[in-house]
């Protein structure tokens, strides 16, 4: 089961912290990533790390703004994306979502690539 919290109101600005707990597994060989869906738009990728190796990915709109990691301890085994300098664009309903198909490898930051979701966790930057 993947949990997402953190998220919230914030200015422009800001910044903001998201969680994705993974309860009941342990990912240390698929990739994780997180996504977001504005209204009206396509669900986008935003962001993806190989648990494996710790490679990450960004889509171009957060490079250098946000950044992916995962604590693979057992008691947190969790995935988070640091959000700062957030604009107006970045506000949408942000999911973390992993590919529990294949290990060892880099999952295109592709929407169906991933097989198993979060139910998301609302940003909303003015």
């Known amino acids: 089961q993947l949990v997402e919290s953190g998220g919230g109101s914030v200015q422009a600005g800001g910044s903001l912290r998201l969680s994705c707990a993974t309860s009941g597994y342990t990912y240390n060989r698929n990739c994780m990533a997180w996504f977001r869906q504005a209204p009206g738009k396509e669900r986008e990728g935003v962001a993806r790390i190989a648990t494996g190796s710790g490679n990450t990915y960004y889509a171009d709109s957060v490079k250098g703004r946000f950044t992916i990691s995962k604590d693979n301890a057992k008691t947190k085994n969790t995935l988070y994306l640091q959000m700062n300098g957030l604009e107006p664009e970045d506000t949408a309903m942000y999911y973390c979502?992993?590919?529990?198909?294949?290990?060892?490898?880099?999952?295109?930051?592709?929407?169906?690539?991933?097989?198993?979701w979060g139910q998301g966790t609302q940003v909303t930057v003015s």
């Open positions: 979502a992993v590919d529990t198909r294949r290990s060892g490898y880099y999952t295109p930051l592709d929407v169906p690539q991933y097989n198993y």
